[in-house]
């Protein structure tokens, strides 16, 4: 098993990121969102924040088949489409961000970004107006580029589906969709610009299992009516991996 691990991960380290991602499954199945939150913050630990990046994507694979078929016919599908096409295209950019800027700053970003996101979400703003074609494709610009520079494509359209009118249940599956589907669409983009390489593919599939059955056991939690819960609960588990990835950490 070592052999198949990247440089410098150790078997606590494995074990670890094995953890990791089932609670990020977890929280995904469960709340529609959260699991790059959860995992990108820890992992960044254990390995470079660009090897994190690649195995997560890799991983999320798992979400085809455990959660998105049960959201796809509650989805807004050709708005969903535009907002998913744009940030494919935003994610290029994003992309080359992270293969040239520095790391650390990098991981402060990714904290900064996981922190804004949270307050936004508690503090329970929300808008009124219906949302454009316009709208919806700022929102998938910025989620794309975000998403290829730190790997987070989840907080802007977070932000933008939990601040709308739109019930819990449409909420979870309009990000569990647009989540899922740009993640994979990002695979090969990465792949030709150099972060998903043979040597993180093994760490990746080694991850889809626990992400998977983590995914799987968070759609079964889910209820509808109960959306206080679902939103504590991620909002709780997002903060803690936030603190455990703070860089502060690194020499302790």
Do not use: H
């Not at 009124?128 to 290829?148: D, E, H, I, Y």
């Not at 991850?207 to 995914?215: A, C, F, K």
């Amino acid at each position: 098993m070592p052999d198949l691990l990247p440089e410098g991960v150790s078997s606590l380290g494995l074990m670890l990121l094995l953890f990791t991602t089932f609670v990020a499954g977890v929280v995904y199945g469960f709340a529609g969102f959260g699991a790059a939150l959860i995992f990108l913050p820890v992992a960044a630990r254990i390995v470079p924040l660009e090897v994190a990046i690649a195995v997560f994507n890799i991983s999320a694979v798992a979400s085809v088949f455990t959660v998105v078929p049960q959201a796809w016919g509650k989805v807004d599908r050709p708005a969903l489409a535009l907002q998913i096409g744009l940030a494919c295209l935003a994610a290029v950019a994003g992309i080359w961000v992270l293969k040239t800027a520095d790391v650390t700053w990098l991981r402060w970003t990714v904290i900064a970004v996981i922190g804004v996101t949270l307050l936004a979400l508690v503090s329970g703003w929300r808008y009124q107006a219906r949302p454009g074609r316009a709208t919806r494709g700022a929102v998938g610009l910025g989620a794309g580029f975000l998403g290829g520079a730190t790997g987070l494509l989840g907080p802007v359209v977070v932000i933008f589906q939990l601040a709308g009118q739109d019930g819990a249940e449409k909420n979870r599956a309009t990000t569990l969709v647009f989540l899922t589907v740009t993640s994979i669409l990002l695979l090969p983009l990465m792949a030709l610009q150099g972060v998903i390489t043979w040597a993180v593919v093994p760490l990746g599939l080694i991850l889809l299992l626990p992400y998977g059955l983590g995914s799987w056991i968070g759609r079964l939690m889910f209820r509808p009516g109960n959306e206080r819960a679902y939103r504590v609960t991620a909002y709780v588990l997002v903060a803690v991996a936030m603190v455990l990835g703070l860089p502060l950490f690194d020499a302790v």
